[in-house]
């Protein structure tokens, strides 16, 4: 089953100035992909645009086989709220709430009950050996720690897709394999397809398939 695919998708900073155009794309339930190229080649820009963040200049997107071009911006967001996980390099939680707290957001903003959230949050981070830390503030946790509760909640309202961009980028080289590996067996386990941008060569052969971005398109 395709749950993303691009189809002739370019992006454009002007009519004669490309990022990158032509690119072909498929991702399939459970597939795992990792991007590489260059510094500066649209990598991130072409995972935003994967994840409806950005309108490409050309082509189009499809989720599920739907074209996006026409969704309104609400239907972009609630897709994002349900169907999407994301992680960041540089974490993004939320400083005020705990890891319980912040792992439970992408429930509730789904309209989960918050007795549901708090069941799926609890066990997400009990999988990742977070148990003793749920009630922890960010300021607390190691940055390995950090990245294990951006990880539960990229997942725990069971997406379709993850999109990771330079999830281990802050993360020392153990810490780095360690959480990969975790990212990697959640998502195997739960049958959540996988799109990670990352430099690491390490990194890309864990993940499996590995394409290269150029400014023709997506390469073996």
Known sequence: ???????????????????????????????????QGTSGCG????????????VPSDGEVFWSNQPTSAWSVERRRSCRQTE????????????????????????????????????????????LGMQKRLDAKPSSLSGGEQQRVALARALVHQPKVVFADEPTG????????????????????RQTSLVVVTHSDEAARSIGRTLRLTSQGLVC
């Open 84 to 127: 999407m996980g994301f992680i960041f390099q540089a974490f993004h939680l939320l400083p005020h709430l705990s890891a319980l707290q912040n792992v439970m957001v992408p429930c509730l903003l789904g309209g989960q009950s918050g007795q549901i959230c708090a069941v799926a949050a609890r066990e997400l981070l009990c999988d």
């Open 170 to 189: 802050n993360l020392d080289t153990t810490t780095a394999a360690n959480t990969l590996a975790l990212l990697i067996d959640l998502c195997s386990a």
């Open 43 to 54: 990598k991130t820009t072409l995972l935003n645009i994967m994840a409806g963040l950005e």
């Open 1 to 35: 089953m395709v749950v993303l695919s691009l189809l002739s998708v370019g992006h454009a900073y002007s009519p004669d100035d490309w990022l990158f155009r032509g690119l072909d794309f498929e991702l399939t339930l459970g597939e795992r992909v990792a991007i």
